[in-house]
């Protein structure tokens, strides 16, 4: 099982709406990471976790709250979004945060409205 | 800092031919990975072929190879046989050893013209 999953693959909400955007992946990686891609674009990094651990935030706004309950699952909470958050939501992990290679899921298209 | 350069924002080629997309790069660091994605409109970021800073033979991945040009900081990717499903965006990325996150170039949108 080589796969990130993400889910919704598509989600429209409004700038008062609250909303989680969910990542699985099966394959015993201890990294996983959110990045944002605006069309056209190539994906900037937002979050990194380590064993489950918070290492990086990219000075990413606080309505992104990332969460990562175990080694397997990776959310993101969104609250109060603005329109110029509309983006694809990517989620990816790796074996471990060094040299080694990211696998990504389909992404989130999200949607502000 | 590390940057990664992609000159192409385009490229096209015609089924069956082989093309190269560019990609180099710029870092202090002796220890560093290249890797390079493909991108379809779906969305989905899939890994094609890696490439270590101390890897003396060039990476392939079935039709894709990697050449790879050290002293000249370029990471080219070379894909055989073009095929259509191949007509997609294709980043170029680096992470160094010790860094956890991917540095991507902008991309090239690759186009397989029947």
């Known amino acids: 099982d080589t796969e990130v999953t993400q889910t919704p693959k598509h989600l429209v909400m409004g700038m008062t709406n609250k909303k989680s955007l969910k990542c699985e992946q099966h394959?015993?990686?201890?990294?996983m990471y959110w990045y944002k891609q605006k069309a056209k674009k190539p994906p900037e990094l937002m979050f990194v976790?380590?064993?489950?651990?918070?290492?990086i935030n990219e000075s990413v706004p606080s309505r992104f709250s990332p969460e990562c309950p175990n080694s397997s699952l990776l959310n993101l909470h969104l609250h109060a979004l603005q329109p110029e958050d509309s983006a694809l939501y990517l989620c990816?992990?790796?074996?471990?945060?060094?040299?080694?290679?990211?696998?990504f899921g389909q992404g989130t298209r999200l949607t502000v409205v | 800092a590390q940057k990664i350069t992609q000159t192409q924002p385009g490229m096209f080629v015609q089924e069956k031919e082989a093309v190269t997309l560019d990609c180099t790069y710029d870092?202090?660091?002796?220890?560093?990975?290249l890797f390079w994605y493909k991108q379809p409109s779906s969305g989905e970021m899939i890994f094609l072929i890696y490439?270590?800073?101390?890897?003396?033979q060039n990476a392939t991945e079935g039709r894709y190879s990697l050449n790879f040009q050290k002293a000249r900081k370029s990471a080219n990717l070379v894909i055989s046989a073009s095929q259509l499903g191949d007509s997609a965006m294709y980043f170029c990325?680096?992470?160094?050893?010790?860094?956890?996150?991917?540095?991507f170039g902008s991309g090239t949108q690759l186009t397989v013209l029947p």
């Open positions: 990816a992990s790796s074996l471990r945060t060094e040299n080694t290679e990211a696998f």
């Open positions: 394959m015993g990686h201890r990294a």
């Open positions: 990325a680096m992470r160094r050893w010790i860094a956890r996150q991917l540095t």
């Open positions: 870092t202090s660091d002796q220890s560093y990975g």
């Open positions: 490439q270590g800073s101390y890897d003396e």
């Open positions: 976790y380590s064993y489950e651990k918070l290492s």
